[in-house]
């Protein structure tokens, strides 16, 4: 059964340092996006990505979050200058279509700023 | 913005028997999807309900959206321990609007 993965699995990271973390959805989805669990809490959605641009993102994805398609493939989350309360768990998720679409999740990216 | 809660947050039951977890939501929902989170694995999708005061089966797996759409259930009959995890409600808020709004979650754990 195809599958979303995710690299790296952990990332530890200086304070103010740039973290790009990587994702290759599922091949026939068109629908791309990124979520975040700080330990212990809910799943928050960041942002959503189709036909190479971002068509949703919440508070969260500011100016220090960004996204991009490099290649036919892979879906990376960059965060230019991390902070320590970037800690958390990125899931990237991907749909076939919009609308009432099951989202299939990868088994994300621990990230640690310290 | 859109609220989803979840009551209880945590839940512990003897194998075998029935837990129900609750969502509300803050604004009137689309769609509402059930995830089941392992512990230390991601998000797993269950089901999906559209329809005012839709029922859906899944073997001991029982979901109801609210005729109102702003609530929903999960209720498991006869625990197992593969059941253990957290059960998260995600909400969308328009058809063709992908973002989801994760509710709190319920942990169930149970006592073999």
């Known amino acids: 059964e195809p599958e979303v993965t995710q690299t790296p699995s952990h990332q530890v990271t200086q304070m103010g340092q740039e973290v790009i973390l990587r994702c290759v959805p599922i091949?026939?989805?068109?629908?791309f996006y990124w979520y975040r669990q700080i330990l212990g809490q809910k799943v928050e959605f960041l942002v959503s990505f189709y036909n190479n641009e971002i068509s949703e993102k919440s508070e969260i994805f500011d100016d220090q979050f960004s996204v991009e398609r490099p290649d036919g493939s892979n879906f990376t989350l960059k965060i230019r200058s991390t902070k320590l309360e970037d800690s958390a768990m990125y899931f990237c998720a991907s749909s076939e279509l919009a609308g009432f679409q099951t989202q299939y999740f990868g088994p994300g990216t621990r990230l640690l700023v310290l | 913005g859109q609220q989803v809660m979840q009551i209880p947050q945590y839940q512990h039951v003897q194998e075998g028997e029935d837990f129900t977890t609750y969502c509300n939501s803050s604004t009137t929902l689309s769609n509402i999807q059930w995830y089941k989170q392992r512990p230390g694995g991601h998000p797993v999708f269950l089901i999906q309900?559209?329809?005012?005061?839709e029922v859906k089966k899944q073997k001991r797996l029982t979901f109801q959206f609210g005729e109102a759409k702003k609530n929903s259930s999960l209720h498991i009959t006869a625990t197992q321990t593969t059941d253990v995890g957290t059960y998260f409600c995600?909400?969308?808020?328009?058809?063709?609007?992908?973002?989801?709004?994760f509710g709190t979650g319920t942990r169930l754990t149970i006592i073999p």
């Open positions: 309900l559209v329809k005012s005061g």
């Open positions: 995600a909400g969308g808020p328009n058809f063709g609007n992908e973002k989801l709004t």
């Open positions: 091949s026939n989805h068109l629908y």
